[in-house]
């Protein structure tokens, strides 16, 4: 299986939207897709929650949007215009939905709504932590469908963040390396993760943090898939990796403890509630459910308590 096709099976990373990013400059082709009799409007309320109804993303139309509602063009989906409100939407508009946070809506979610709902809220938490020109400080004004902001008064054009982070499984022989913080569930272990430092790769991101936090040394490491984490605008670059060896020192503090779990630990662990591990749409999952398969050939789907 290539990245590529990894990648699909991740939360959030399979919209099949059409992002139309070539034409947002045009503010006439924006104005046509806005009119379209066929456009839709996803919106969120103002603890940025969603309407989810039946385990299906709910949109609105033009009839209960206001023509001069601001909003974000997201793209299109065959012949429809997607768009997001940027401002709150009140329960009384569709007051039979449920209104899902984005952790709650991926559980639910078919794998092309939830990525495409973390793109929209992920260019709304843009917008909302960028309301001033980092370089003069005056106020933006949002352009090109709300994809730029735009400081008319030293003319710098900002554009939406995005924090690349890498996440990997290590292994040594039959067992692999977890980590815990305290502040998780107790028993919740997961794999390895840190941000990306400016003039790194990726693979030397994967080096640092796996020594940083356990003293673990890596020696290889290949990619696996990436995920988009719009939590609140991250991109999980997801690795496997073999370590030189197994003594564990927790070095920078980030980890209360660390631990290597050969397939039967998780087995056991999952099944009698002594382990928990990340939540299925996260790419940690993903990453413990290729290691599980691909060398001890068990399904942790199979594994009742995997949550």
């Known amino acids: 299986m290539s990245s590529a096709e990894r990648a699909r099976r991740n939360a959030f990373a399979n919209s099949l939207l059409d992002r139309c990013g070539e034409y947002r400059g045009d503010s006439a082709w924006l104005a046509k897709q806005r009119g379209c009799a066929a456009a839709r409007w996803l919106g969120f309320d103002a603890d940025g929650r969603t309407p989810i109804c039946e385990g299906r993303l709910c949109w609105l139309d033009a009839a209960g949007v206001a023509p001069d509602a601001a909003a974000n063009f997201l793209g299109r989906l065959g012949d429809v215009p997607i768009f997001t409100l940027r401002d709150a939407v009140s329960h009384q ?70 924090d690349p982070a890498v996440i990997v499984i290590v292994e040594h022989g039959d067992a692999c390396l977890l980590g815990r913080q305290a502040a998780w569930r107790p028993n919740q272990y997961s794999t390895l993760a840190g941000f990306v430092e400016p003039g790194e790769s990726l693979a030397d991101a994967v080096h640092r943090e796996v020594r940083e936090e356990t003293g673990i040394e890596v020696i290889d490491c290949d990619f696996h898939s990436s995920q988009p984490w719009p939590f609140p605008a991250s991109l999980m670059l997801g690795f496997t990796a073999n370590a030189a060896a197994r003594d564990i020192s927790l070095a920078d503090g980030e980890l209360e403890d660390a631990r290597w779990f050969t397939a039967q630990d998780i087995v056991t662990g999952l099944r009698d509630g002594s382990l928990r591990v990340s939540t299925p749409f996260s790419i940690s999952y993903r990453l413990l459910e290729h290691w599980l398969q691909s060398r001890a050939g068990i399904e942790i789907s199979d594994l009742s308590r995997a949550d």
């Open 93 to 162: 508009l569709l007051p039979h939905a449920d209104w899902l946070d984005l952790r709650s809506a991926a559980a639910c979610l078919a794998r092309d709504e939830a990525g495409l709902l973390a793109y929209a809220r992920g260019l709304l938490n843009w917008q909302e932590a960028t309301r001033h020109c980092a370089r003069c400080g005056a106020p933006l004004r949002l352009v090109e469908g709300g994809h730029r902001a735009h400081c008319e008064a030293c003319d710098r054009l900002h554009f939406p963040r995005t």
